[in-house]
């Protein structure tokens, strides 16, 4: 199978980082249950909006987020028996192409360079499987689509849904 992965709320925790820097910036207790079911930037005060939209703007945002739990293991064991390509929109923010790069060589070593395909629009993306946190990306795709669940995504239905890793691997290994 040719398999596409994204990386933001997938592999990386990104929305997470989110709030853990609102936090330490506001000195909030902003917390993952209050923001469930929408973007964390709509959580907060409409004067703090543009703060959270534009961390993903600073350098560092992307090298210092944290994988999510299993997706090595379970990426390596796929990447074992299927062709694996990372697929993940790179190219809004300015420093994001640099810094997914080198985050992929830390903690994904084993997907090389060639398979990791950063652009913008997914919808010319043609394999079997696409796991994917945003239904837009989802939608267009001609393969097997697997919504990875992600807080601000938890009440959008109509596609195949994987909460963690250990799904994903019960699907597909």
Same mark, same amino acid.
């Given at each position: 199978?040719?398999?596409?992965v994204?990386m933001?709320?997938?592999?990386?925790?990104?929305?997470?980082a989110?709030? /853990? =820097?609102y936090?330490?910036?506001?000195?909030?207790?902003?917390t993952? /249950?209050?923001?469930?079911?929408?973007?964390?930037?709509?959580?907060?005060?409409?004067? $703090?909006?543009?703060?959270?939209?534009?961390?993903a $703007?600073?350098?560092g945002?992307?090298?210092?987020l944290?994988?999510?739990?299993?997706?090595?293991?379970?990426l390596?064991e796929?990447?074992?028996?299927h062709?694996?390509?990372?697929?993940?929109?790179?190219?809004q923010?300015? !420093?994001s192409?640099?810094?997914?790069?080198?985050?992929?060589?830390?903690h994904?070593?084993?997907?090389?360079?060639?398979? $990791? =395909?950063?652009? %913008?629009?997914?919808?010319?993306?043609k394999?079997d499987?696409?796991?994917?946190?945003?239904?837009y990306?989802?939608?267009?795709f /001609?393969?097997?689509?697997l919504?990875?669940?992600s807080?601000? !995504?938890?009440? =959008?239905s %109509?596609?195949? $849904?994987?909460?963690?890793?250990?799904?994903?691997?019960?699907k597909?290994?």
């Amino acid at each position: 199978m040719v398999i596409f992965v994204d990386m933001d709320e997938v592999m990386a925790d990104t929305y997470g980082a989110h709030i /853990e =820097i609102y936090n330490k910036e506001f000195k909030e207790c902003l917390t993952l /249950e209050t923001c469930m079911g929408h973007e964390v930037w709509h959580t907060v005060p409409k004067d $703090r909006q543009l703060s959270v939209k534009n961390h993903a $703007r600073n350098k560092g945002f992307f090298r210092g987020l944290k994988p999510i739990a299993d997706s090595k293991a379970v990426l390596r064991e796929l990447s074992l028996s299927h062709e694996v390509y990372i697929a993940s929109a790179a190219m809004q923010f300015p !420093n994001s192409l640099e810094e997914k790069s080198e985050w992929l060589d830390e903690h994904f070593p084993f997907i090389p360079w060639q398979q $990791r =395909i950063l652009c %913008g629009h997914k919808h010319i993306l043609k394999g079997d499987v696409l796991i994917d946190d945003r239904s837009y990306n989802l939608e267009s795709f /001609e393969g097997r689509s697997l919504m990875f669940t992600s807080p601000h !995504n938890v009440n =959008i239905s %109509g596609f195949e $849904r994987a909460d963690n890793w250990q799904e994903i691997a019960e699907k597909l290994l």
